[in-house]
Structure formats: C-alpha cells, structure tokens
C-alpha cells in the first residue's frame, strides 16, 4: 500500500521528498534509464520499497507477519497431504486464509502508522498491541485447526469454549486499535496529502462495519444464514453457494482498508487531479463500495448466496 504524499510528477509542485514512494520511483527509474518507466515497473519496486519501510519503522509487525505468513505456507502444504476435513473442507483452509488475511493487515498497520504523527513511544505501544491480539487469535485458530475442531463458535467442550472466548477478547482489542486511528485520522493532519489522508478515514470507519459483521456472526453462532454452517462454498474463500454467507461482506469490509486508499494513490498518480477533484473521487468511491458491501451483507441475511451454483 501506498500513502505517502503524491503531488505530481512535474518541478512546479512539492519536492520529490514529498512524494509517495510510487512516484519516487518512477521518477528515479526515469533518471537512470532511456527508457520508458512503466506504471508495473514502478508499482513492483514500491512494493519493495514499502516493505523496506515497514521492516525499519515497524519490525514488530514485519517480522511477526512473516512469520505468520511462512506458517500459512505450512497450512497450504497441509491442503495436500493432511486428508483430515472439517464441515466439509481440509481442516488447514481456515489457518490458511486467516494467515494471508492476518499478515496483510500486520502489514497495513506497520506502514500506515508511520504516517501519524505519534511519538515512538506511543506508536511502539499500538504496534505491539495489534501484533499480540493478532498473533494469539491466529495461533488458537491454528492449533484449533490442528486438532480438527472448530475455532470460532465452538463451545463444545469447556476448553474449547475459553479459546472462542480468548479470540473474542482479542479481536476486541484490535477494534479498540481500530478505533484510536480513526479517532486520530479525524484530529490529527497526517503526513500524507488530504484525498490521502480522507481514503485512510474512510477505510478505518467501512473496517470497523466489517468488524461489527463479525460480532453479527457471533451473536448467531455461525456465519450461514438460512442453512448451516459447513455446506457448499466457492474454492477457497469457501463462501456459501446454497445460502446466504455473512463472511462475504466481512471480508470486503475488512479488506477496505488497502482498498480504498490504494485508490486515492491511483487517483494522484494516473489522473493528476486537484485535490478537490480527489476528495470528489475518492468520497464516491468509497459511497459505492460502501453500498455493495451493504447489499452483500442485506443479500446474505435474506439467505442469498454471493454466487450461487
């Protein structure tokens, strides 16, 4: 993801050290090269650079992302040579999926705080917080996962019942993270360009929707509606195709975030347009993804699959 402040490629705007890192690096692949820089060839070497910054500002998140991630490897072997299924699919797709889902916000988070003006304290605090409640609710649905059992809604067994519980608990304090950011996106000037600035807002505020999906999903003790849980779903996302699926909208919610204000870099670099004209664009995005959301979420407590089969 992208947030740095952008203001054009040309010299009558702000300095290059102002610019985000897409935009540095199409102006420094230009220099060193005669030949056309490409929007894939600049976009590739941001996503190095990006990672190179979280790595320095933000290790904690890095590093357990990673970590993270090499054990969502291990859950995607398990697809091939673990046979064991749960409610109809193998018992690693679930710490599989959490694992990408997990990393990539670990990520978002170590990039995105370097652009709040927050003491090193204080931003040290929020990472390890997220890193901790993050980290503990993926390794309870791993080791969950491990076992064959459910994760989330299992209260079978009193054991199982204080995991579910703990995860509650974890995710609850990852909300309040949540909170404090939109808190501080709406007080505080970021250092990023305003369209920027209102993508990131607006991002946090459809997230935390998405989260509340998540507590509608609790509160039912499932995420089907109109049939149960562990029919048949979409490769992969495993997303219901006979009834409606509250995972759908909470997984677009959720992942608003990098979409949202990955569209407002887009928006800076490909169109060149006013702010103003950006803040327009990026308010109407955010409107329309913000209503399919809602119409997935309406279509799935009507009991209607995302795509049906």
């Given at each position: 993801?992208?947030?740095?402040?952008?203001?054009?490629?040309?010299?009558?705007?702000?300095?290059?050290?102002?610019?985000?890192?897409?935009?540095?690096?199409?102006i420094e692949n230009s220099h060193a090269s005669n030949y056309e820089v490409t929007p894939w060839g600049g976009f590739q070497q941001t996503i190095g650079k990006l990672f190179t910054k979280v790595k320095k500002e933000s290790p904690i998140l890095f590093w357990v992302a990673m970590v993270i991630a090499i054990m969502g490897i291990g859950c995607l072997i398990g697809l091939f040579i673990d046979e064991?299924?749960?409610?109809?699919?193998?018992?690693?797709?679930?710490?599989l999926k959490f694992s990408i889902s997990i990393s990539l916000y670990l990520l978002t988070v170590g990039y995105l705080i370097t652009k709040y003006p927050y003491s090193e304290r204080k931003k040290n605090l929020i990472n390890h917080i997220t890193m901790w409640s993050?980290?503990?609710?993926?390794?309870?649905?791993?080791?969950?996962?491990?076992?064959?059992?459910?994760?989330?809604?299992?209260?079978?067994?009193?054991f199982d019942a204080i995991l579910f519980m703990l995860m509650g608990v974890f995710v609850g304090i990852n909300v309040l993270t949540m909170v404090?950011?939109?808190?501080?996106?709406?007080?505080?000037?970021?250092?990023?360009?305003?369209?920027?600035?209102?993508?990131?807002?607006?991002?946090?505020?459809?997230v935390l929707f998405g989260s509340w999906?998540?507590?509608q999903m609790i509160s039912q003790m499932g995420h089907n509606v109109a049939i149960p849980d562990g029919e048949a779903g979409l490769p992969l996302?495993?997303?219901?195709?006979?009834?409606?699926?509250?995972?759908?909208?909470?997984?677009?919610?959720?992942?608003?975030i990098q979409i949202i204000p990955l569209f407002a870099v887009w928006l800076g670099y490909k169109w060149k347009f006013s702010q103003r004209k950006q803040l327009m664009l990026v308010t109407l995005f955010a409107l329309v993804f913000s209503f399919l959301i809602g119409y997935i979420f309406y279509q799935a407590k009507q009991g209607i699959p995302f795509i049906a089969s």
């Open positions: 993801m992208n947030y740095e402040n952008y203001s054009g490629l040309t010299a009558n705007n702000e300095n290059e050290n102002n610019m985000d890192l897409y935009t540095q690096t199409l064991r299924t749960l409610m109809g699919v193998s018992v690693w797709l679930k710490p993050l980290l503990l609710e993926f390794l309870i649905i791993l080791y969950q996962g491990s076992r064959g059992v459910q994760s989330h809604y299992n209260i079978a067994t009193n404090l950011f939109i808190i501080d996106t709406i007080r505080l000037k970021l250092k990023t360009t305003k369209p920027q600035q209102w993508a990131i807002l607006l991002g946090w505020l459809i999906v998540g507590g996302v495993n997303w219901s195709t006979k009834g409606g699926d509250l995972r759908v909208a909470h997984f677009f919610a959720l992942h608003s």
